[in-house]
């Protein structure tokens, strides 16, 4: 047979129950943690509730915190509630733009350029001349294009909106003429273009004959070129600000609703002495629940670094030794409750009916009459001496020699020699998974073999 495992398993559910039975050590640690957790907080808010300058010190920090609440919260609000609208403006802005909706990769360009002329002449010879009215008459025009009153009616005659129909028209000065006007048209169709571009020219007669009125006298010639489709770099810039000008407006409102959920309240603490009591009571139990816990926690690492025999199935699982049985210590007593809890985490504390029968037929399973047993084990000389002596009375056949620790009795190795087999006795608490590992080379060393084990549970 192998005795030999790679490593100790743990039971998580006994470790669990066998801290939970303990309930003495736990309990004692939560009452201990409970008054002193409970005993200084209470005592500190009952300073506080007899100290009036600390009371009035806490007030004025609670209405201080308070005024802090009340102000962040209404700016997170506001921010809020504008950010909301402006995200919704931004929305539906993008949305009915035809400046938004174009495809900057295949724009349609339509292109209207004026040509404005003067009598203006340079005369020769002259120290003084006569001012050049031809950029104050370019400047007119281009007030003129821009005019909303020009822009609306031509907006109601392609179905737009105004303020959509300006982002499509563009009035620029070419920087190496002062004569030339450009005013360029931009939109998803050559032919939608080409219209505004009619419309646009259509007016120039009328804008000529106000901008003559306010400026002066002036010949205006017009040319209208179609560029057709291009890519406008420009269009993808302006295209992309605004898309992330939504999504700014979004982020900030999101963020803006978590901070207004996680702000919270500041608590006027009770600083009376009915509120210190409550403080020692609330804190108490805080403390008991966290002193329990603690102690289980602990008593479950000492139970999982020890290497002492748990129970009888951790010390099967972990030696490979063959449990013949578990007995109860009929030295020890519990309680109702520390019964139910042993009970769950794989412990005995009584013997069940005819346990004993069932370990002596064990026995007689593995072995032939007139055998001679030893005895031995880690449990204490008196256990040792009632299992033989049970052993013996059950199986008169058989010859059962008690003897003490292998490990520890030199009369015991002796006695190994002269027998046919070993019967260990081992007790949870007492023996150990590596004592029980050195037993079993003892035997092993003296050709002999172990039928198993009795476990004493405690």
């Given at each position: ?8 398993t ?63 919260k ?6 809020i ?72 009616n ?21 920087e ?47 040319a ?5 489709a291009?890519?406008s ?22 963020k ?39 102690a ?45 809890l ?13 346990a ?103």
């Amino acid at each position: 047979m192998n005795y030999e495992t790679n490593e100790d398993t743990i039971d998580l559910k006994s470790m669990l129950f066998s801290a939970l039975y303990q309930w003495k050590k736990w309990l004692l640690a939560a009452v201990i943690v409970a008054l002193l957790l409970g005993g200084y907080k209470g005592m500190s808010s009952w300073s506080i509730a007899t100290d009036k300058t600390a009371q009035d010190e806490l007030k004025q920090t609670y209405e201080d915190a308070l005024a802090s609440y009340e102000s962040t919260k209404a700016i997170l609000q506001e921010t809020i509630e504008t950010g909301s609208k402006a995200m919704k403006d931004q929305e539906k802005y993008l949305k009915n733009s035809v400046l938004m909706r174009l495809d900057y990769r295949n724009v349609y360009v339509s292109t209207i350029s004026l040509y404005v002329f003067t009598d203006y002449k340079i005369q020769p010879g002259m120290t003084y001349q006569d001012p050049d009215t031809t950029p104050l008459v370019v400047a007119a025009y281009e007030t003129a294009l821009k005019d909303d009153a020009l822009i609306q009616n031509i907006a109601a005659q392609v179905n737009m909106e105004t303020r959509f129909l300006q982002e499509l028209i563009t009035v620029s000065k070419p920087e190496e003429t002062s004569g030339v006007l450009r005013v360029t048209v931009m939109h998803e169709s050559g032919e939608k273009a080409a219209k505004i571009t009619e419309l646009l020219t259509a007016r120039l007669n009328d804008v000529q004959q106000s901008v003559a009125q306010s400026v002066g006298p002036h010949t205006l010639k017009t040319a209208v070129s179609a560029a057709g489709a291009t890519v406008s770099t420009t269009l993808a810039t302006r295209q992309d600000t605004e898309n992330k000008l939504f999504t700014q407006y979004k982020e900030n409102v999101s963020k803006a609703k978590t901070e207004l959920d996680e702000l919270q309240k500041p608590v006027d603490t009770d600083i009376s002495k009915t509120g210190a009591i409550k403080s020692f009571v609330k804190w108490g139990v805080v403390g008991f629940v966290a002193g329990a816990v603690l102690a289980v926690l602990v008593l479950c690492i000492v139970y999982a670094l020890s290497d002492a025999m748990h129970s009888a199935d951790s010390l099967e699982s972990n030696t490979g030794v063959r449990c013949l049985g578990v007995l109860a210590d009929e030295n020890r007593k519990y309680g109702r409750l520390t019964r139910w809890l042993r009970r769950l985490a794989g412990h005995v504390s009584e013997n069940a009916p005819g346990a004993e029968e069932l370990i002596a037929a064990r026995v007689a399973q593995y072995c032939k009459p007139n055998t001679t047993w030893l005895v031995s084990g880690e449990a204490d000389n008196a256990q040792l001496d009632a299992q033989t002596r049970q052993l013996q009375e059950l199986l008169p056949e058989q010859k059962f020699v008690c003897a003490g620790s292998l490990l520890r009795d030199a009369a015991a190795v002796r006695e190994l020699s002269a027998c046919d087999g070993v019967l260990l006795v081992e007790q949870c608490g007492r023996s150990t998974c590596a004592s029980v590992r050195r037993e079993l080379a003892e035997v092993s060393g003296a050709g002999k073999t172990v039928a198993g084990f009795i476990a004493i549970d405690r």
